[in-house]
């Protein structure tokens, strides 16, 4: 049941022209070379230090890596880290 909803999501989304990310909540990353890095969509945080910043999402995690870590804002769905970010994985649950 859930795939059908899934490709549901996905047809309409084609068919409607509607932008993917607010369709199928799917995360929007912006990132800003290695020093900003704009999250919108998430479902909150998990884990956060000077060096990482894990994010739940709806279908996984997201992992970012890197150093001198500050949160310049954060909102219920939306997040803006600073510092030097080396890394950034999606993990699957």
Same mark, same amino acid.
């Given at each position: 049941? @859930?795939?059908?909803?899934?490709?549901?999501?996905?047809?309409? &989304?084609?068919?409607?022209?509607?932008?993917?990310? #607010?369709?199928?909540? $799917?995360? !929007?990353? &912006?990132? %800003?070379?290695?020093?900003?890095?704009?999250?919108?969509?998430?479902?909150? #945080? $998990?884990?956060?230090?000077?060096?990482?910043? !894990? +994010? *739940?999402? @709806?279908?996984?995690?997201? *992992?970012?890596?890197?150093?001198?870590? #500050? /949160?310049? &804002?954060? *909102?219920? =769905? =939306? *997040? +803006? +880290? =600073?510092? !030097? /970010?080396?890394? #950034?994985?999606? %993990?699957?649950?």
């Amino acid at each position: 049941m @859930k795939r059908i909803k899934q490709q549901m999501q996905s047809w309409m &989304t084609k068919q409607l022209q509607l932008p993917a990310d #607010v369709m199928m909540d $799917l995360p !929007r990353i &912006t990132m %800003i070379g290695q020093l900003h890095i704009y999250i919108e969509n998430h479902h909150g #945080v $998990l884990r956060f230090s000077n060096q990482e910043l !894990r +994010l *739940l999402l @709806k279908q996984g995690q997201l *992992l970012i890596k890197g150093d001198h870590f #500050v /949160i310049k &804002t954060i *909102l219920p =769905e =939306e *997040l +803006l +880290l =600073e510092g !030097r /970010i080396d890394h #950034v994985q999606f %993990i699957h649950e």
